[in-house]
């Protein structure tokens, strides 16, 4: 499968700070990135779909000016979590759609990054 | 009513053993399952993918699709202690499509 690699792995931050989050794809260029959050025994949740030189999609009930996701290259997509608060305390993952991936959706993920607001 | 339902689990079985894991969901219009593996506090590995009904096979582990039913399923045979872990099933409309996740089943195959 694809390399996706994500930094940092784990961070805590103070509770109104703003956290950034990189998300790289190793093996391909990559016009679409997905970020996702997950909680604890919980599915991944969408949060919004990341276009290369484009504005990124939120989905419903995501506040598009707390998450600001950037995709500038073709390889690199940021998630920055402004003015964190405890409750955006998860677990943060991109996943990445290969060239090829348009028509079935095969997506793949990066490891993922714990954030923990105090 | 959740798009896709899947049991959480835990499923503990011995090594060696048949595991069959499964979803169901109420979206007739899903073309695409997916099953990802995720180990604790990692990002999901994808295993397997289908297009529409029918079954498909990957050395130990074989999908299958029965959308007649709304029903889709992992089979793992052999199961290892490697294989513990989290399964999420996975489906979509289409290409370009959002993908809905069940919860995941949590495995844990005992040597």
């Known amino acids: ?118 | 009513q959740k798009e896709v339902e899947q049991d959480p689990g835990p499923l503990s079985v011995p090594e060696g053993a048949i595991v069959s894991l499964n979803c169901t969901y109420s979206n007739s219009a899903f073309q695409y399952f997916m099953w990802y593996r995720q180990y604790s506090r990692k990002g999901p590995e994808l295993l397997m993918y289908t297009y529409s009904s029918g079954n498909k096979e990957d050395g130990r582990f074989t999908a299958q699709v029965d959308k007649s039913s709304k029903y889709i399923s992992l089979f793992i045979r052999d199961s290892q202690p490697s294989d513990s872990a989290t399964y999420l099933c996975a489906m979509c409309l289409g290409g370009y499509q959002k993908v809905t996740f069940g919860t995941g089943t949590k495995l844990q195959v005992i040597p």
């Open chain 1, 1 to 118: 499968g694809a390399v996706v690699s994500q930094h940092p792995s784990r961070v805590i931050c103070k509770s109104g700070t703003s956290v950034k989050i990189e998300c790289r794809s190793l093996d391909f260029q990559a016009t679409t990135m997905f970020w996702y959050r997950q909680f604890p025994k919980q599915s991944l949740m969408l949060m919004a779909t990341s276009n290369e030189g484009s504005k990124a999609t939120y989905e419903q009930g995501v506040e598009k000016d707390k998450f600001l996701i950037n995709h500038a290259s073709l390889t690199l997509s940021t998630l920055t979590v402004t003015s964190a608060h405890p409750e955006d305390s998860s677990f943060y993952i991109c996943s990445v759609l290969p060239p090829t991936g348009p028509q079935t959706n095969e997506q793949y993920f990066g490891p993922g990054t714990r954030l923990t607001v105090t």
